[in-house]
């Protein structure tokens, strides 16, 4: 929906600190720039970032100063006109407020609790704004969707926080004792010139175990990212600040199974909440269980929408294109279909790369996605992700609970299980347990391997990322290991992969392509209620992965996606890769590492994630 910036500071500074920073974010909001500090009252000004309307309306200064300033940049997705434009300010009481994605449940929420009260818009913002001046920070509990809400208070000098509970749109800040920065991306803090761009190498290092960072941490020193379901205080004159959990996914057992009607109402539910929109939308579909479902939902909800999918000819056994046109068809939607080049430009690639703001194993699908879908005219796109964390889908999901009563080192198919380097997998998994399934599977590398290649950093005695991931899940949840095994590797999926992981490869390179991503199923309620499910495991094998989820899906979807074998799906790395010299073309690469391994530069993902890094951080 947008992207915004704040300066607070105890010196005054020029507006070009807050325009510079809107600037480097503009393609999270290109509709129309808005920039803003408080005398007394707040005063509103435009830039060359804003439209034309906007700049007959308010000033340009270049030289204004000031102690605080806040920004916004505006990707119109309800109500089209300016009247949605943010921030919105109430003069009474000195509070203006911002948000970022979308609140689903406004108009209920308007309807229940705001009768009487005149509004200047459509829009949700404006809505919850009401909301928090009527409820206080009681607010946030009404409140479904995906979301960053700031609200600064100058009467009490405060500036308040609250991030959605999966964490899904993002966060980052910086803060010291004279001042506190924030955006809703890293380049929009280094933009503002007030922070010098320094490289944690530690949470570099981890993010190449984890294959992201983890929150609060980045890998930039200094630069922090709020976690899902936190809410930030700032006091922006002492700069002290408070941070407290408002939500967590609480484990209570229900023995009894929900029915397929009431699973299926529940669905049509969330999925209908999160089709609102005044701008074209098109849904994400594979061949999967999951954005079937969804596209199904949609259709039988009447939203307007078309499917688009993507495919490489090449990749046989990722190949899903018949199987999408089989939900395209059961679903009676238009369906895009787009092919994946299996050989790009360096130029190309590097766009792919700078799309995100942190290293990665691969190239982003959603990037090449939401490209074409801005091609095509399309502004929002709906992804099913959440469906496979909840309901088991993944592979180890099974292969825990078949090894959960055995001591891992007596299990002979447990190194068969795993993939790549199995003799660490191994030796990791009994360390840590099975709760860290969804970590050490994925990681490319040992963490010695890591360490090694970060010894000029001074990695000897740097602590094994998932021990440091699991120490932070045991405290700010207590109850964490009272769970059965399956709910533990569940919520990890669901707590802080969706949000440190998958939703963040969403946002960025969607917003990039001024696409906003949405994500019916990562619903608090829902999520909360079936993970509540005791008995989602019944049925549950390798070849019969969602047991539940299948049950209730049976009658709906076609046979051929019912019976296809999970097949996940990945960009043709290798192939884009195959003749890159790393070194000749990437020679940032030597900087950053000293000795190199062959293994490193052989192997398309660890490549790809040494060039990755090589372009982001230089």
């Not at 000098?157 to 959605?164: E, F, G, L, P, T």
């Not at 990212?225 to 700069?239: I, M, P, R």
């Not at 299980?417 to 050490?440: A, C, M, Q, R, V």
Request: aromatic content about 14%.
């Amino acid at each position: 929906m947008c992207g915004f910036s704040g300066v607070f500071s105890k010196e005054e500074l020029n507006e070009d600190v807050i325009v510079n920073s809107l600037k480097s974010i503009k393609h999270r909001g290109p509709n129309n720039t808005l920039h803003a500090c408080f005398e007394d009252d707040l005063k509103l000004f435009s830039s060359d970032l804003s439209d034309e309307e906007t700049q007959l309306k308010y000033p340009n200064f270049f030289h204004k100063l000031s102690s605080n300033w806040i920004g916004f940049n505006r990707l119109s997705i309800l109500d089209l006109s300016n009247n949605g434009m943010q921030p919105f300010y109430d003069t009474k009481s000195k509070i203006a407020f911002l948000l970022n994605g979308e609140v689903y449940n406004f108009k209920t929420l308007k309807d229940k609790y705001l009768i009487g009260i005149d509004l200047k818009s459509g829009s949700d913002t404006e809505v919850v704004f009401q909301l928090y001046l009527k409820f206080g920070d009681q607010f946030i509990d009404l409140l479904q969707g995906m979301f960053v809400i700031v609200v600064i208070d100058y009467y009490d000098n405060k500036i308040k926080i609250w991030r959605d509970r999966f964490g899904i749109k993002p966060f980052y800040y910086y803060l010291d004792e004279h001042q506190f920065i924030f955006s809703s991306e890293i380049k929009g803090i280094f933009e503002t010139g007030l922070v010098k761009k320094e490289i944690n190498y530690k949470h570099l290092a981890y993010s190449f175990y984890l294959n992201s960072s983890f929150a609060p941490h980045t890998i930039y020193e200094n630069i922090y990212t709020l976690e899902a379901a936190n809410k930030l205080t700032v006091d922006f004159l002492s700069f002290k600040f408070k941070k407290e959990i408002y939500w967590t996914l609480d484990y209570i057992p229900n023995n009894q199974e929900i029915s397929k009607e009431e699973f299926l109402d529940d669905i049509k539910s969330v999925v209908k909440l999160a089709s609102i929109s005044d701008v074209q939308q098109a849904v994400m579909l594979s061949g999967g269980l999951d954005s079937g479902l969804l596209a199904y939902q949609l259709h039988q909800n009447s939203v307007d929408v078309d499917a688009i999918t993507i495919y490489n000819e090449e990749a046989d056994e990722q190949n899903e294109l018949t199987f999408a046109r089989s939900n395209a068809i059961n679903s009676e939607l238009e369906l895009l279909e787009i092919e994946i080049p299996n050989d790009v430009s360096i130029q190309e690639l590097k766009e792919y790369i700078l799309a995100e703001e942190e290293p990665n194993y691969s190239p982003e699908p959603a990037y090449f996605l939401s490209k074409k879908a801005k091609e095509n005219n399309y502004v929002v796109l709906h992804n099913a992700l959440g469906l496979d964390e909840l309901f088991y889908g993944y592979s180890y999901y099974y292969k825990a609970k078949q090894l959960e009563n055995v001591k891992l080192f007596l299990h002979p198919s447990l190194k068969m299980f795993l993939s790549g380097n199995k003799k660490f997998k191994y030796e990791d998994l009994t360390i840590f347990g099975l709760e860290g399934i969804p970590f050490i599977l994925r990681s490319i590398a040992s963490w010695q391997e890591i360490k090694t290649l970060f010894k000029k950093y001074g990695s000897e005695n740097w602590e094994h990322p998932v021990a440091t991931l699991l120490n932070q899940v045991r405290k700010n949840n207590p109850n964490f290991d009272t769970y059965p095994l399956l709910k533990k590797i569940s919520y990890l999926d669901i707590y802080y992969y969706i949000s440190s992981h998958h939703s963040l490869r969403s946002d960025s390179p969607s917003m990039v392509n001024n696409i906003e991503m949405r994500f019916p199923y990562l619903d608090h309620l829902f999520i909360q209620k079936y993970f509540n499910c005791s008995r989602l495991d019944n049925g549950l094998s390798m070849k019969n992965n969602k047991p539940y989820l299948r049950k209730c899906v049976k009658n709906i979807l076609p046979n051929d996606v019912m019976n296809m074998p999970k097949k996940g799906f990945s960009m043709p790395t290798k192939s884009w890769l195959n003749s890159v010299d790393v070194i000749q073309e990437f020679p940032e690469i030597e900087y950053f590492f000293d000795d190199i391994s062959m293994d490193w530069l052989n192997n398309s993902t660890k490549k790809w994630l040494l060039i990755s890094t090589s372009l982001l951080l230089k």
